[in-house]
């Protein structure tokens, strides 16, 4: 009895918290969204710290890359209970691929909940360097997570080549977010996207996977916090075999226009969508940024980047690049050209990086 004890009993006092705070948000709107910010993050917090226990025991296990795994899952598991938020994944039978280069949209924190439910095995994460202070830091740190260095320029390249021979060498997955930063409206949109994530994939020689995570403007904004379904759609495999650096613009706007594509559709629609323009970011030039979004093309089968991760370099060095299929490089060329309200989060530096079992 004395031993069950031990374990009820913390439990119970766990609970203790989470009713006051179901209380709580039960009295007014802002009572909700402040009772359920605080369960997330607390929610967080609890499992990034239970994770570094977790880590030490799968490392002297010999299991080191199942630690994001285990944790990811275990903060899906009792998040989405507590929060009454489940998430739906459509087409994760295309995770099976790898190596690939998964890229998806970032919206906010909420994002973790959503790759919660989808980390992959044999998982390691590339995070920006400021994150080994946050709540995941000390689990980062011990599940083995590579920490860029966005203000130094040189880093960040070797970062990412170093990212791209570890995809080869081990057969692990990689998942960038494009945008760069955080990008949430009322109208489901997308930012002008970030080449990095396609310069990987092409100097990698590995596929392209976009995951389409709904917008959830909804459920999750400031001074909203409500509960839900929220879809994720994986769409299939983009091949990159033969095509070379100067295929990446092609490639960038291909995925970008399947995943607003995406995007809209299976997104819940708001009464003000035909009123209102998606953001275009500021300075940006129009021929470079944005989407010929009259006409969406759609998507055709084929380990937590940084916008402060810059883009790709070309070959430089002068080595060769393979050289480009006349067929699939003019199918990317036909497919036409490239066309905030941001939260007070932190964790747009992250990428995850894992390999899925067959």
């Known amino acids: 009895m004395s031993f069950l004890a031990l374990f009820i009993k913390p439990l119970a006092y766990i609970s203790v918290p989470v009713v006051i705070l179901r209380t709580i948000a039960s009295t007014s709107p802002d009572g909700r969204y402040y009772a359920q910010l605080t369960i997330y993050l607390g929610t967080l917090a609890v499992v990034s710290t239970w994770g570094v226990f977790v880590a030490v025991g799968m490392t002297l296990m010999g299991r080191r890359h199942d630690v994001n795994y285990v944790v990811a899952r275990s903060f899906y598991a009792i998040a989405s209970h507590v929060l009454d938020i489940q998430v739906e994944v459509e087409g994760e039978e295309h995770l099976q691929t790898c190596p690939v280069v998964m890229v998806g949209n970032h919206q906010s924190m909420l994002d973790i909940l959503y790759l919660g439910r989808m980390f992959p095995r044999k998982a390691s994460i590339m995070a920006k360097k400021e994150l080994q202070w946050s709540p995941l830091g000390p689990w980062m740190f011990m599940s083995g997570a590579v920490f860029v ?25 990689l998942m960038m977010y494009p945008e760069g930063t955080r990008h949430c409206q009322e109208v489901p949109s997308l930012l002008p996207f970030k080449k990095g994530a396609f310069h990987l994939a092409v100097q990698a020689g590995i596929p392209v996977i976009p995951v389409v995570c709904e917008n959830y403007w909804r459920i999750y904004r400031k001074g909203v916090f409500g509960s839900g379904t929220i879809r994720v759609r994986v769409l299939p495999p983009i091949s990159t075999t033969g095509l070379s650096v100067s295929d990446v613009p092609e490639l960038t706007t291909l995925v970008r ?42 998507a055709t089968p084929v380990q937590v980047v940084s916008d402060e991760v810059p883009d790709m370099p070309s070959d430089e060095d002068g080595s060769e690049t393979p050289s480009v299929d006349t067929s699939l490089s003019q199918s990317l060329r036909q497919e036409g050209s490239i066309s905030e309200y941001g939260t007070e989060t932190d964790d747009e530096g992250m990428v995850v990086v894992g390999r899925q079992h067959h």
Not at 158 to 166: I, N, P, R, T, V
Not at 284 to 297: I, N, R
């Open 149 to 173: 260095d966005r203000g130094n320029s040189e880093k960040a390249h070797g970062s990412l080549a170093a990212a791209g021979d570890e995809m080869k060498r081990k057969g692990i997955s």
């Open 257 to 298: 226009d399947q995943m607003l594509s995406t995007l809209r559709e299976i997104s819940v629609k708001v009464t003000s969508e035909e009123d209102v323009k998606p953001a275009e970011q500021p300075g940006m030039k129009a021929d470079s940024t944005s989407v010929e979004e009259s006409d969406p093309v759609p």
